[in-house]
């Protein structure tokens, strides 16, 4: 039970006091919410009004740009969907306000999709161009159709009615609109603690290394535009009961850039700062309106000026705001982690191979870089249970030949094939790490922003890609997805640190994560490219040490390293590349002395060296 | 086909004048990674110069020609300075920020130079004094004034210098060697502040050019006339692969063929939207733009 209490104090407890203070913000700003119409005057409480709704826009967008990491200049698209979809609906089909939620949502959604599956490809600048192409798209044509009302617009557009009473005045708008904002604030909320929230984190932090931990990639980020398009739908509605009439100018590219505004004010993946984000941006300009020639100037310059003393924002959102650690965790599964954590893993979704067998096998690739031949017809198979090292001189393929197994890039030709039958050629990253290979990086690729819990829970994600399941993206962090990642955590000696930032581990403690983050996915095979370099002596006997465990704990290891006494102590095979094809293999023994490999590699630099003092004393 | 021939030569003339435009988004995008969205209001800026400039100048029966040329030098210039100034204030100190503070920066500082002109020159439009001679010529049944050709020709000197500056001097080679690296371009010796103020300048002053000739041509000029022609302009550097200097002139004129055909044959309300249809189309099979990147990301 000694090891009980060792597990006890390396889990933090949640800071409750922080907890405490936010509790009370958060109960005297609602309170002040729900006053605020005692307070202020009509005109007052119309600006409430517009920045409810504004708040309500900066939440859905903020799912868009704060969690997920993408630009977009046209949210007011889906503003106008939501306004333009239940408007029509009332006037034409005389829905209730209230019977046309499910359908103004919907359309929102689909056209997240839309406008989601095109960007799918796009490096990040190139969103800002086609999704502001995509706002004006959407208004260019409800201002041009008749029966949008072109530019005239919608009106007759009865008000929303709550148990039997139309909502009309400013105040009942205002409560309207509050009880809009909880919905988003419940919502997006719900979404950034779920498993589909640590995707997107992971996803703005590395795209590539999030493919490569088994994040479906094109599927999160086209859930993002849809989850932000949904909000921005409600915010829609309530804009069109507000006034009976809706018109195209609302939903112009200068609406965007105001909701963008109400984001990078308030503080990126921020919920509080939304609100506060909306206050600043709608209310400021009111409240200067006495001076009202210079307030869009002054305005402007105070958002240069914001920028330059504090470009996170107001009211950022804290780094690891997330802790999937914090709950202490109940002694039962505490016990239950101790008692597996030295054990052998089990058994993968795939189910373990017999020993020996063969489970992957690579033939005949070939992959070139313009003129370059990075790879030349390379075959070799990986067997269940060895450690198999390739090494090469610089440049000899090595890490292209990883690139051509995980599908970061797809080889020109050859194929790769996982037990002999199942091609792995044009499949995905993401799904190879669920079939049962994962990887690491030569320069490690870790999330930088996030903890370290939560980039070892990230190597879940090959298995719960899924959107609705119990081990779903929607769903929250179990305790079963905890106890693993504690396990792993354990097992590369990093437990104590799980709250740390990964960008503050030390370079040994960054390697020992990537390979944790990578054994979450229950992997049959690890692949790791060149992971002693750059370690001291001290750190690569404990690297060594790690992967034998990894082995024995049943996990094949396919290994790219350049320092020969790892490879020679760690490897049962070794293939040796040069210039991109295959000069030799063996047992290290057979390698060390094989003629061929001493020319092409380890006696290379010698004769370099001495060829290069020959040139100098020449 | 005379109607196609003259939707031909007013395209080319439109998209002469975005072409320029499109060069400064897409050297700004080349060297810091921002897209400016404060490019187009500073040839909107520069236009108004030209437009101070004309005016002052015809009151007092200068020759057409200097007035012109003077005013494109007035125009340029300013711009330039402009250009430079909003680099040093508000991109410089946020270099090494988030990419998204520098947009917002940007936005920022683009709201102001529209709110200041608005502010010194009305909200209204501002008509430049109908200085240029109409006379052209027909061919086909297509009527291209000597303005238009002289405008198109002037914009491709201007391109033409732009690409033998950038190819053939020394300053132009450390703007092309910061735009593939900036860690190396800082390693070899490159005066890297510098030589980005200098594609400021450099792409401001293109744009002013933009500006004066537009305000020439079109005769009407006001503050949002920025707005319209930096999103067009934009588009083309995107379409042309986006740090690419050669693709952003093809672009340009490109846009303003699609822009001129769809005035023509559909009509003017839907040009824009059928300018961002073609974009995103262009996007979805070909994400790096019709004349591809530079930039690659290492595995």
Known sequence: MAGVDRLRRVIPRSPRARLGAQGGLTVTAAAVALLLPLMLSTYSMSVAVTVVMYAILGLGLNVVVGYAGLLDLGYAAFFAIGAYTSSLLQLDAHLSFWETLPAAVA??????????????????????????????????????????GGANGLYGIPPATVFGTSIVSESGLYYLGLFFLLIAIVFTGLLSRSRLGRAWRTLREDETASEAVGVPATKVKLLAYVMGAMVGALAGMYFSSQFGTIDPTTFTFTTSVTILLVVIVGGMGSIPGMILGALVVIALPEALRPISSYRLLIFALGLVLLMLVRPQGLWPARRSRQGSFTAPLAPREVTATTATAGEATEAPAAGRPEPGSLLLRVSGLRHSFGGVIAVNDVSFDLHAGEILS?????????????????????????????????????????????????????????????????????????????????????????????????????????????????????????????????????????????????????????????????????????????????????????????????????????????????DAYLGREDREATEAVGEVSE | MSAFLQYVVNGLTSGAFIALVALGYTMIYGVIRLINFAHGDVLMVGSFIGYEVVVTLVAQHWPIALIVLLALLAGMAFTGGLGMLIERVAYQPLLNSSRLAILISALGVSLALEQGAQLIFGAGYSAYPNVLSSAGFTFAGARASYVQVGMIVLSLLLMLGLYLFVHKTMAGTAMRALAMDKDAATLMGINVPRTILLTFMLGSVLAGASGVMQGLYYTEINFFMGFLIGLRAFTAAVLGGIGNIPGAMVAGFLIGLIGSFSDGYISSEWSDAIIFAVLIAVLVFKPTGLFGERVAERV
């Not at chain 1, 959604?109 to 599956?117: M, T």
């Not at chain 1, 004006?136 to 201002?143: D, G, K, L, N, Q």
């Not at chain 1, 962090?477 to 030390?506: C, I, M, N, P």
Request: charged residues 20%; contains cysteine; positive net charge.
């Open chain 1, 390 to 598: 390739i090494i090469g001189p610089n440049g000899a393929g090595k890490t292209t030949v990883f690139n051509c197994i995980t599908g970061m890039v797809t080889p020109q030709r050859g194929e790769v094939s996982l037990r002999g039958e199942r091609s792995l050629l044009k499949v995905k990253p993401h799904k190879i790490v669920s079939l049962g290979l994962a990887r690491t990086f030569q320069g490690v690729r870790l999330f930088e922003g996030l903890d370290v819990a939560d980039n070892c829970l990230a190597g879940l994600s090959a298995h719960q890609g899924r959107l609705v399941s119990r081990h779903g993206l929607l769903g929250r962090t179990s305790a079963q997805d905890r106890r693993e990642a504690l396990r792993w955590l354990t097992f590369v000696g990093l437990a104590g640190k799980a709250h740390v930032l990964a960008s503050e581990l030390s370079y040994g403690d960054r390697r020992r994560l990537e390979i944790a983050r990578s054994l979450m996915s229950r992997p049959l095979a690890l692949l790791l490219d060149e992971p002693a370099a750059g370690t001291n002596p001290t750190e690569k006997r404990e690297l060594m040490g790690l992967v034998r465990q990894v082995r024995n704990s049943g996990v094949t290891v396919l290994l790219i390293e350049h320092d020969m006494g790892v490879v020679m102590g760690l490897s049962d095979r070794v293939i040796v590349l040069d210039q991109g094809a295959v000069i030799a293999e063996g047992p290290p023994r057979q390698i060390r002395s094989d003629p061929r490999v001493i």
């Open chain 1, 107 to 148: 359309a929102a959604a689909v056209s997240g999709c839309i406008i989601g599956y095109p960007t799918l490809r796009l490096r990040s600048d190139y969103l800002a161009i086609v999704t502001l192409g995509f706002g004006e798209i959407v208004r260019i044509t409800v201002t041009n159709l008749s029966v949008t």
